[in-house]
């Protein structure tokens, strides 16, 4: 079983940025990958990248690459996603999720084992 707990949400207006964190307890986690997926009001949670602790691969989508980064702590199980320069349409709930499998990168909800809470972004213009 894995726990995984988001924070660092908030209000934050538009060109400004925003640390949120996903702290992971649980057996094995040193296996897992972690992802990073949001989702806005009214559509469908989409993937915006991840990072694996078996290999310390980071990867991240096409269309989020740029503005956001993804970074973890081994030490202490925890991951992070810096937005920078943020729109409004980035405002969405945003969530991570443990995979114990291989295939992480592909960005399918179904993909991932365990999720988060999720916390709210949201980006006044």
């Known amino acids: 079983q894995v726990q995984l707990v988001e924070s660092g949400g908030g209000l934050v207006q538009a060109g400004g940025s925003l640390r949120l964190s996903c702290a992971a307890s649980g057996r094995t986690l040193s296996s897992y990958a972690m992802g990073w997926f949001r989702q806005a009001p009214g559509k469908e949670r989409e993937f915006v990248g991840g990072?694996?602790?078996?290999?310390?691969?980071?990867y991240y989508v096409d269309s989020m690459k740029g503005r956001f980064t993804i970074s973890g702590d081994n030490a202490k199980f925890t991951v992070h996603l810096q937005l920078n320069s943020v729109k409004p349409e980035d405002t969405a709930v945003y969530y991570c999720a443990a995979d114990a499998g291989s295939t992480w990168r592909d960005g399918k909800v179904s993909t991932y084992d365990y999720w988060g809470q999720g916390t709210q972004v949201t980006v006044s213009s």
């Open positions: 990072i694996s602790w078996y290999d310390s691969a980071i």
